[in-house]
Each structure stands twice: as C-alpha cells, then as structure tokens.
C-alpha cells in the first residue's frame, strides 16, 4: 500500500523595488537625493501623469496614476523630470541577474517587481528569508538602490507582504497565520481589488477577510462572478498558482497622453501615426502578428472608449495598423471632441507565434 505524500509547500518571495524610477534618479542626481521628486508627465500645459514619486514626495499625498497638476498643488516646490525608460531597464535587468543567481523561476511583473519561487534555490541556501535577505542586500550594494520583499507559501500573501514595510523592508508571513493575516486584511489591500469591487463589497457590508469569508461559494460567485471563486479560496489561505517564468504575452500596444487636449483631426492622425509606428517596432521585434487592433480614446473629461476590429489576415504592417486606427477613430464623434490620450493595441495572437517575453517592457508614453 502507497504511502500518500503531501505536497512539499511553496517558498514564495515578492520582491518589489522602491520608488522605483524615482530611485534610479535620485542615484544619478545626487542634487535631486531628499526632495519631493515627481518622474512623469511635466505639470505645464494641460499636464501628464505621475508614473512614481519618491518617498519626500509621497508625504504630501503624492500618487502613482495623479495628474501632475494635482501633485503640484499638492507639494509646490515638488520637482518634475520625464522618465528615462533605458535608465529603469538597465537597473532592471542587472536585478533580474542577480535573481537568476537563486532561481530560474522568476516571473517579472514589470520593471520593478517580480515573484520568485525558491522551493528549490540554486545554491542550497534552503530558507526564503535568508535568499530574500541576500537578494535584497546585493541590490543595495552592487546598483545603490532598495528593494522590499515578501515571503510566503503563495503569490497572493508573498505579494501584499511585499508592501507591509516599505521601504526597505522584509515581511515573512508563515503558514500558520496566513488565515487569521488575510480575515484581518481590509478588503481594499486584497491584491486585483480595485475601487470599483471594493466599493461594491463595502455595500454588501464586506470590510475584512473575515466578511468574505462568511460567503458561502455560491454567494461569492453570485455577487463577484469568475473572480468570487478566487476570493473564496484566497480567504482561506489557498492560492495554487504557480510562478510562471514564461507568460504568454496577450497584447502589444502603445499609448501617448498629450501636454494639450487634441481638437483637430489632423493632429490626432499625426499622434496615431507615432503610436502605430512604436507598436509596429514592437510586434516586430517580438515576431508577433495579431488579428484585434483596438484603439483606446480618454477625452479631456477623462471619460474613456475603446473601439477594436478584427482581421482575418494579421496586423503585421505600419500601413495596416495606421489605417485600420484611423478608420476606428472616424467612428467616433471626433469633431466635436478634445482629446487627452490615444492608445492603439493589437491582440489576438496566433498562439504558435507567440514567444515569451523576457524582459518586460514599459508600453506606455508619457
């Protein structure tokens, strides 16, 4: 008789760098080190878009995803520098090396954050939080810059660990108080919560893990669809997803918010066609072809639309992905509209085509 085995558990680690932009160039700026630092759009014009503020600047509310011009109502004497995409790159792939040190199954996120599984680590160090101690430390010394982990037996606790203590920080979360950590853990820090479900279940009188976790699967799955299965296991500490080293990318695009609303046919064709033309570059330069080109449309009242299309044949050329946006555009009631942003993505992929995608890739503009 077969002696039943019980699965080895996971030895999850999140590692989620900080202030990540802002970081890279506070090191290489040393006159921009302790101030409020904005990287995004500039706050002149119309403005751009925060893509990260550092820790001085935070302190005055400062957000990821604000408009620069609230941040600088916010914080007056905040400074403002665009990103250096190639900066953020180099500092990440450096990162990702010294990850593949411990591991090879790592699954990056973006630039900045990435999950490891270290069940079975390359140098037989055999404890999560000593490699997480050791990967964060090599960061520190060898590019000046601080990252934060999270260790657990799941992605879903490795991931909001991550964020208890940062910066610098390093927050292990056993087995045993998974379940009693996430029936304490407001709903709106559930990772994939956004505002919209969390202000969806607050109505239904669901604050904390312990609310979710009184729904019956049925309940969860009536209010919440696909996703209510995923609360009703999260709630009670079950999370099976694996680290995934190779994810399927699922769509390739490009989007440009504008320094001025855009009012004129003529000007928003000429941004398309400087969308379409990065797009183009990197479906190329990942060999991939799609059948979906979808274009996306913020107006200057941040209201949103998507228009897409479908070819039999793949968008695999500049002409092709251009006229195909600006037909989609000439849907719209582009006459009478000012525009804020413009994106063009194509989806759709022929699953052979696809590769994985090593390093991953900043698609947005700013």
Known sequence: ???????????????????FYASVE??????????????????????????????????????????????????????????????????????????????????????????????????????AIDIAK?????????LNLTASAGVSVNKFVAKIASDM???????FIGPSSIESFIENLPVEKFYGVGKVTAQKMKKLGLFTGADLKQLSLEQITRHFGKAGAFYYNIVRGIDEREVQPHRETKSMGAEDTFAY????????????????KLVNERLLKYQLKGRTLTLKIKYSDFRQITRSQS???C??????????????????????????????????????????????TQLKLF
């Not at 203590?165 to 927050?171: A, H, M, N, S, Y």
């Not at 600006?326 to 759709?348: A, P």
């Open 26 to 127: 506070q090191r290489d700026n040393p006159e921009l080190r302790g101030k409020p630092l904005v990287v995004g759009g500039l706050p002149e014009g119309r403005g751009g878009v925060v893509a990260t503020a550092s820790y001085e600047a935070r302190k005055f509310g400062i957000r990821s995803a604000m408009s620069s011009k609230r941040a600088l109502q916010l914080c007056p004497h905040a400074i403002f520098v665009r990103p250096r995409f190639a900066a953020y790159k180099e500092a990440s792939q450096h990162i990702r090396e010294i990850f593949s040190r411990y591991t090879d199954l790592i699954e990056p996120l973006s630039l900045d954050e990435a999950y490891l599984d270290v069940t079975q680590d390359k140098l037989n160090i055999g404890s």
């Open 134 to 142: 050791e990967i964060k430390q090599a960061i520190k010394e060898e």
């Open 311 to 313: 070819h039999p044949d």
């Open 315 to 360: 968008f695999d050329d500049m002409p092709t992905i251009i006229d195909t946006a600006k037909n989609l555009l000439l849907t719209t009631d582009v006459e009478n509209s000012r525009i804020r942003l413009l994106g063009i993505t194509v989806s759709n992929f022929n699953i052979a085509e696809i590769k994985p995608l090593g390093t991953p």
């Open 261 to 276: 609303d855009l009012t004129t046919l003529e000007e928003m064709n000429t941004e398309l066609e400087k969308i379409a």
């Open 165 to 171: 203590q940062k910066p610098d920080g390093l927050t």
């Open 1 to 19: 008789m077969e002696e039943k085995r019980t699965p080895a558990r996971r030895k999850i680690i999140h590692i989620d760098m900080d202030a």
